[in-house]
């Protein structure tokens, strides 16, 4: 069995994380039913032509304050505030101290390289894959092929986690090892039996 030579993440909701109460704050601000803008901004065929590239996130937002009927709020929550999870890094940090290649891949928008070097996220990873760029959508295998044609390693040479467990079969399906994140415990022991 080859080794494992890379760790390829996630991006949001394993590096990047949100404030869960944030989005009920604005929905209840402007006088909406819980569940109205995540209902309107990741439905189909919206988030696709997000995540693909084919629509910049500006669009997106004003397309969710269409579908909503308030601008305003698709406005405040394009801002919401986010952070990096630091002992999420450290684990980065570690890998890479001991050899292994990192890097990210992530279902993003036109912008999401740019957050991501806003909160200082960048300079832990060899490299960030991002769906807009690539043109694919995990769990779409083409987008993780995309990783490892780039990065030129073998899918049985890399280990994967996301937190959402639909993102995972386009991995499984190549053959890398893949971790379905749920905390950073979690990930370090799945990591000091994969390593």
Aim: cysteine-free.
């Amino acid at each position: 069995m080859p080794e494992i030579r890379a760790a390829l993440f996630d991006f949001d909701g394993v590096i990047r994380r949100f404030d869960p109460e944030f989005i009920s704050g604005v929905e209840h601000r402007y006088g909406l039913a819980a569940g109205t803008i995540n209902a309107a901004a990741f439905a189909q065929p919206l988030i696709t032509e997000l995540t693909t590239g084919t629509i910049p996130r500006r669009e997106w937002i004003r397309r969710v304050g269409e579908q909503i009927g308030s601008p305003e709020a698709a406005e405040a929550w394009g801002n919401q505030p986010t952070y990096a999870d630091q002992d999420l890094l450290a684990v980065v940090d570690e890998l890479r101290a001991e050899g292994l290649t990192t890097a990210v891949l992530t279902n993003g928008t036109d912008e999401v390289r740019a957050e991501a070097a806003e909160l200082g996220v960048l300079q832990h990873f060899d490299a960030f894959f991002n769906s807009a760029e690539i043109g694919f959508i995990k769990p779409d295998p083409r987008a993780f092929q995309h990783v490892l044609d780039e990065l030129s390693l073998t899918a049985a040479e890399v280990l994967f986690t996301d937190d959402s467990q639909k993102k995972l079969p386009g991995a499984v399906e190549l053959g890398m090892t893949v971790h379905h994140y749920t905390s950073v415990a979690n990930l370090r022991k799945v990591l000091r039996s994969a390593l």
